[in-house]
Every structure is written in structure tokens, then in C-alpha cells.
């Protein structure tokens, strides 16, 4: 009986709520009215393949932690000054998208000659950047699963991979960005773990659970909202539910949107030196309503006054190419406010 109940009342929230491209297209318009959001036209170009030169400086590792939290063998790669004397270094943790690897970074999102012009170029400051895999099979979307108590990627990340780069290279602040589920991670862990990163970053991230299970962002109905397995046909939402469970108040605990609300009310002082850059395109719209979660968490942000910059990109969709092309922006952004 609950049950039935429990997928009724997701049906006809669905009905209710379901957000047309005329409500959508009236949202950007009063969304590009603040000062903090720029509207781009498509990127046209990014950065060629063996266009820069690697530094001789430059010193690429691939690392691996045998890992209690996650029960897995854990890969990350470091990307580093050679040479680190006499002074601590950012660090930017960049984590990849559903069933990527760490290596799309470097192969697609051009992360090393992204670096290396930006550098050349007196744009950003030397710095130590951490790709790590996400861990099972790409789909771990950096969380603790909800049923499945032996995978704790989260606690690996925090408890064990942030320490171990702190314990090997001379790392001053850390900041942490991420493409679509690494857009979520990268903003749920910076803000379940806002003493540790001080900049976060989303490349058209998941950054609103709520839009993107129930496409609505309403916290007083999510909050009591039961949303069973069985109604997704998609294998992705039936591995959401395993991992955040189905109940909203346990959706709620990591979803970056309802973070920052909570963050605002409970402890306000914790977002006043913290800062937000998120892209996005115009076209992401479908399946997964990436643009319409930029929205929400923007408008959330601004209501805040907590420190953002937004970009919408003209034309451009769900695509790493797009992430190449829009990493020097971020990697400016990073740059200018990690000491």
C-alpha cells in the first residue's frame, strides 16, 4: 500500500513539476541578469594535442592506495613540478564523469597543454593537480553507497587519498572540480568537507540529485519522498538509487544543492571564503538536465551571496571537448584565489 502510494505521488509530482523550455528559457533570462554569469558564445577552438610542449619541469605519476574505505585498488595520477623546493604549491583535484577514467583528463579534457599554455602565458601559478579514478568501474559517483556499506569512496578520498598527497608533495590550499558526475562529486565533497577545499569547480556537473531524480527542486516534498527502484528503466537511476538510496532525506545528505542551503542556515561563516565556478552548456538539456541543475545551483548561490562565477556556453553540450576548451577559464578562476 505505501508503496503504490509512494509512486503515485512520484507521478503526479512529475506531472506537476516538470519544467517546460519556455519556463527554462525565462529562468536564463533573469540568470544572466547577475553580474557573476557570463553568457558565452560556443567555443570554437581549444588547445591541439602536442601544440605545448611538456615542461621538463613537469613530472606525470601514476599512483595506487590499497583502500579500507573503498575495499578496492584505488589509481590516481599526479601531475607536478618536477622540481619542489623551497616553497608549498595549490593542488587541484579533477575528477571524470560516469564510467571515465582519470586518463579522459589528459586524452580528451588536454589537462597537461591546458596547464602548460596557461602557465606559459603568466595566467596561473604552478601548481600540483590530482586525477584520480572514481572507483567502481567508474560508476562510484565519489560516495559512501547507501546499500552497500563496504563501499565507502568518499571516506577514501578524504580520509585517505587527500592525506596521502599532503603526506608526499609541499601543498598549500586545495581546491577540487569535476565533469558531470565529477561535477558532483567535486561540489559534494567540497561542501561535506568545507575545511579542506576552498574553490570548487563543475563542468556541467550533477550538482542538484533533486532536479536530476525527481527533475524538481523542492525540498519540503523531496524530504519525504520514497522513489522506488522499479520505476526508472534506466540502468544509471536504478545505480543512483543504489548509491544514495530512495528515500529524500537520504538524497539530501549529498546533494550539492540542498548542501548549500544547509551550509547557509547551520554554519554561514564556513561559505565566506569559499568560492564556486560552474559551466555549462545551452544544449545540455536532456536526458539528464545538467543546464536546469546550473540553474537551480546558481540561483542558489546568488540568494546566498556566496562567491561565484557562472558561464553559459552558446551551443556547446554534454562533451569533453567543451571541458577542454573551458579548463583554461577554470584554471585561471583556481589560480587567483588558492594561495
Known amino acids: 500500500m505505501y ?6 505521488a512520484v507521478l503526479i509530482f512529475y506531472i506537476l513539476t516538470n519544467t517546460s523550455d519556455k519556463k527554462i528559457n525565462k529562468k536564463i533570462k533573469r540568470i544572466l541578469s547577475y553580474q557573476e554569469v557570463s553568457y558565452r558564445e560556443k567555443l570554437l577552438k581549444g588547445v591541439d594535442e602536442g601544440s605545448v610542449p611538456y615542461s621538463s619541469d613537469l613530472n606525470v605519476r601514476t599512483c595506487h592506495i590499497e583502500s579500507e574505505y573503498a575495499h578496492e585498488r584505488m589509481r590516481y595520477i599526479v601531475i607536478s613540478p618536477k622540481k619542489l623546493e623551497g616553497k608549498k604549491y595549490p593542488c587541484l583535484f579533477f575528477l571524470h564523469g560516469i564510467r571515465d577514467v582519470a586518463d579522459d583528463w589528459i586524452s580528451k579534457g588536454r589537462i597537461i597543454e591546458n596547464y602548460e599554455m596557461a602557465l606559459a602565458k603568466g595566467k596561473i601559478k604552478e601548481m ?4 584520480p579514478d572514481s572507483g567502481y568501474d567508474g560508476e562510484s559517483w565519489y560516495a559512501n553507497f547507501t546499500k552497500n556499506k563496504e563501499r565507502k569512496y568518499e571516506s577514501y578520498f578524504i580520509k585517505e587519498l587527500i592525506p596521502q598527497i599532503k603526506s608526499e608533495y609541499p601543498i598549500s590550499e586545495v581546491g577540487i572540480a569535476g565533469f558531470s558526475m565529477g561535477g558532483h562529486g567535486a561540489f559534494k565533497l567540497g561542501l561535506r568537507n568545507i575545511e579542506i577545499f576552498k574553490v570548487m ?8 540529485l533533486i532536479r536530476l531524480s525527481v527533475n524538481r527542486r523542492v525540498m519540503r516534498i523531496i524530504k519525504i519522498l520514497y522513489v522506488p527502484p522499479f520505476v526508472f528503466g534506466s540502468k544509471d537511476k536504478k545505480h543512483f538509487l543504489d548509491v544514495f538510496g530512495s528515500f529524500g532525506h537520504q538524497i539530501i545528505k549529498q546533494d550539492p544543492y540542498s548542501l548549500i542551503k544547509l551550509l547557509h542556515y547551520k554554519s554561514p561563516e564556513k561559505l565566506l571564503d569559499r568560492h564556486f565556478y560552474l559551466s555549462v552548456g545551452d544544449e545540455d538539456r536532456a536526458p539528464y538536465l545538467m543546464l536546469q541543475q546550473w540553474i537551480d545551483v546558481v540561483g542558489r548561490l546568488k540568494k546566498y551571496r556566496v562567491s561565484f562565477s557562472g558561464s553559459l556556453y552558446r551551443g556547446e553540450a554534454h562533451t569533453w571537448e567543451y ?6 577559464n577554470l584554471l585561471e578562476y583556481f589560480s587567483d584565489r588558492l594561495d
Open 201 to 208: 569547480g563543475s563542468f556541467a556537473g550533477a550538482i542538484s
Open 323 to 328: 571541458v577542454s576548451k573551458d579548463l583554461p
Open 3 to 8: 508503496i503504490l502510494a509512494g509512486v503515485f
Open 128 to 131: 600540483v593537480m590530482v586525477i
